[in-house]
């Protein structure tokens, strides 16, 4: 499994892969993340999280994880947040 934190929208990885975990920590006010399956943020959302300033929310999905044929792509907003992917 691979893990990869972001804090600005963008490209997790450009591969076929499997979607495990998302933790999204939110900055100063709320926060959103929407991970898609696609390299390029167009694809179709796998998942979609919302946490309110200084809060936190987690997705996690037991083995074997979703299917991203295309890859992964996060769409964040909010100040300062953080995100959290596990991939394999």
């Known amino acids: 499994m691979i893990s990869l934190e972001k804090t600005s929208s963008g490209l997790i990885v450009d591969a076929n892969t499997r979607l495990i975990s998302v933790i999204l920590t939110a900055g100063s006010n709320t926060s959103t993340v929407a991970v898609d399956?696609?390299?390029?943020?167009?694809?179709?959302?796998?998942v979609t999280l919302s946490a309110t300033a200084g809060t936190s929310?987690?997705?996690?999905?037991?083995?074997?994880?979703?299917?991203?044929?295309?890859g992964l792509y996060a769409t964040i907003t909010g100040t300062s947040p953080k995100v959290y992917v596990v991939y394999r």
């Not at 399956?37 to 796998?46: C, E, I, P, R, T």
Request: neutral net charge; glycine residues 16%.
């Open 37 to 46: 399956d696609s390299s390029d943020g167009s694809g179709n959302v796998l």
């Open 57 to 70: 929310r987690v997705f996690t999905i037991g083995h074997p994880g979703i299917k991203a044929s295309s």
